[in-house]
């Protein structure tokens, strides 16, 4: 076992990353399905987790619980700091201005409902719109419908083109004195398109209209910095950046926080409370109501270390040759089409065969031990711009390698085979 | 590989390329879709019934191999059968498909037997069984589409 340190200091390759050294530390890809070696490629669904983070839950538990903000006894004090701990390292790592911008949540879904449901409700009236991208993931559709159902305000749609880009000069154009919010996928789930939010954010900005972006795929692929962006709310969810699941943080501008109402009601979020009259608590505890997911936080701490430890040119540029690479030779395989060909894309292929559903294709490959994606990955709306049923959704994080690549390469000619 | 072969079988295969009483009836007395939101798996099921008897059936729609096969498969067996009869099909499939099949000899099973297979890979009981909850439904005559979720 290579400790962490090793993995800091490599300079094999010159490249400042070693994915070889970082497959040490994810206890799970030395698994084996079907009898066959693991090739996890399903990291836009969840990524696998570090040895560090496994760690931190196990002595979460072993050696710190017990509940926060509350006790005056040593371990809810540590478990205290160790809490909050977590939200500067949040901070940090998305380069807020305040922790009290960093509220912790179950993930982006929550982080989007609680958009919707607060802001949304006490800024989005009758005959208002909403703005979103045609690219968007379930969650961050089915919010606003269901703002847009309560409040009598209107869904609007900006198209993507047959690449799979968000066609901007329409989302412009949809952009009007209705226009309360816009919410956009910094990246898609779906077609891996990166989406230009920083331009987004500001031609919406030149409207004096507010931007949610939905980071679920982004945070794990390259750095986010929330102030350059200069969007006001951002969404991510620990899992999908090595951390564990249940557990994500909503960025918002404090001025804008401020001014919103809470989202549900409860311990921790109130300063004082009797039957006539509730003072509400300060940011960002307002949005924080009940017990938190303390250990999962704090497993959150150690994903953002392990990141936060890393060499992240070197990662870009490694995650960057590894879907160039996984494109051209997915690509070029006969009878396999690519959907979603945006010229900035992150960490996903999505294909389909001539005359095989991607469901089968799925079986085929998970008896070759290959785990991805098929199905319509909770974006039908993209699956039908495209008129497709479902895709194969081939996936990417910092520990696979071109090996992995040729094994789900050698899958697809068995998915042939079987189909001949 | 042997597994996947015993579910790919060549039957199946066939009727995925070649999908028998695959187009509208016309003069259908129900007409029912069914769909697996999950894999986005989506046919229309056409019955013609007289006198409780299927006097004829064919299918529309898309989706995996595994679905596919199945729905034409099942219009090959069903026709001219009783409601009864298609009742006890309906059941002896889904036994089939869920591993519980022991009272019956594989003989008797006819061209269903393509699916013993499924029974391996849980993840693919809903389509193999699709196209016969939908027509399950219909015969009852229900109007709501049939979900496998
Ligand atoms: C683009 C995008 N948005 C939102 C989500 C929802 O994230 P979660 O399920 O962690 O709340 C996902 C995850 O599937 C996603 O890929």
Not at chain 1, 3 to 31: C, M, N, V
Not at chain 1, 222 to 250: E, N
Not at chain 1, 288 to 306: R, S, Y
């Amino acid at each position: 076992m290579h400790t962490y340190q090793d993995i800091l200091t490599s300079k094999k390759s010159g490249s400042g990353f070693d994915p070889d050294l970082i497959r040490e530390t994810f206890p799970i890809l030395k698994a084996t399905v079907h009898g066959k070696k693991l090739v996890y490629l399903d990291n836009a669904a969840t990524t696998q987790k570090p040895e560090s983070v496994i760690k931190a839950l196990d002595d979460y538990y072993r050696h710190l619980n017990s509940n926060i903000h509350r006790g005056v006894h040593a371990l809810s004090e540590k478990a205290t700091e160790a809490y909050e701990g977590v939200r500067d390292k949040a901070r940090q790592f998305i380069n807020a201005a305040s922790n009290k911008e960093i509220i912790f949540l179950r993930g982006t879904t929550e982080g989007i409902n609680l958009v919707a449901g607060s802001f949304g409700r006490s800024n989005v009236g009758q005959g208002d719109e909403v703005l979103i991208t045609g690219l968007e993931h379930h969650s961050n559709i089915v919010p606003w419908q269901m703002l847009c159902n309560h409040t009598g305000s209107v869904l609007k749609v900006a198209p993507i083109d047959d690449k799979g880009e968000v066609i901007l000069s329409e989302f412009e154009r949809l952009i009007g004195p209705k226009t309360r919010i816009v919410a956009i996928a910094h990246v898609s789930n779906a077609l891996g398109t990166v989406n230009p939010v920083k331009r987004m954010v500001a031609i919406a900005h030149a409207h004096g209209i507010p931007v949610l972006l939905d980071g679920a795929q982004a945070v794990p692929h390259f750095r986010i910095d929330v102030r350059d962006l200069d969007c006001d709310f951002y969404a991510f969810s620990a899992h999908k950046m090595y951390g564990p699941t249940g557990i994500g943080i909503l960025y918002g501008k404090q001025s804008i926080l401020e001014a919103m109402p809470p989202y549900q009601g409860g311990g921790d979020m109130i300063r004082s409370v009797t039957f006539e009259k509730t003072i509400f608590n300060d940011l960002p505890h307002k949005f924080e109501a009940g017990t938190p997911n303390i250990a999962d936080t704090i497993g959150f701490g150690a994903a953002f270390d392990f990141l936060n430890g890393l060499d992240w040119n070197a990662v870009s540029h490694y995650e960057h040759e590894l879907l160039t690479y996984a494109s051209e030779v997915i690509g070029a395989i006969p009878g396999v089409r690519i959907v979603g060909t945006a010229s900035d894309k992150a960490g996903v292929v999505s294909f389909v065969m001539d005359d095989v559903h991607p469901h089968d294709i799925g079986t085929i490959l998970d008896r070759e031990g290959i785990a991805v994606r098929t199905g319509h990955h909770c974006a039908q709306p993209v699956m039908q711009r495209f008129g497709i049923p479902a895709t194969v959704r081939a996936s990417f994080a910092l520990y696979n390698t071109k090996e992995e690549i040729d094994e789900l390469v050698r899958g697809i000619y068995a998915v042939k085979k079987v189909f001949h | 590989m042997s597994e996947l072969r015993a579910l790919y079988q060549e039957i199946i295969l066939e009727h995925n390329k070649k999908p028998r009483n695959f187009r509208k009836l016309d003069d259908a007395s129900r007409t029912l879709e069914g769909y697996n939101p999950l894999c986005g798996d989506h046919y229309t099921l056409y019955l013609k019934i007289e006198n409780d008897v299927v006097v004829d059936i064919s299918f529309e729609g898309a989706g995996c191999a595994i679905s596919k096969a199945s729905a034409s498969v099942m219009t090959t067996m069903l026709k001219g059968r009783t409601k009864e009869e298609a009742q006890r099909m309906f059941e002896t499939f889904h036994k089939l498909v869920t591993g519980e099949l022991t009272d019956i000899s594989f003989e008797t099973l006819g061209k269903l037997a393509a699916f013993a297979g499924v029974s391996e890979f849980p993840a693919r009981v809903k389509c193999a069984s699709l196209a016969w909850h939908t027509m399950r439904n219909a015969l009852d005559a229900k109007s709501e589409p049939v979900s496998t979720e």
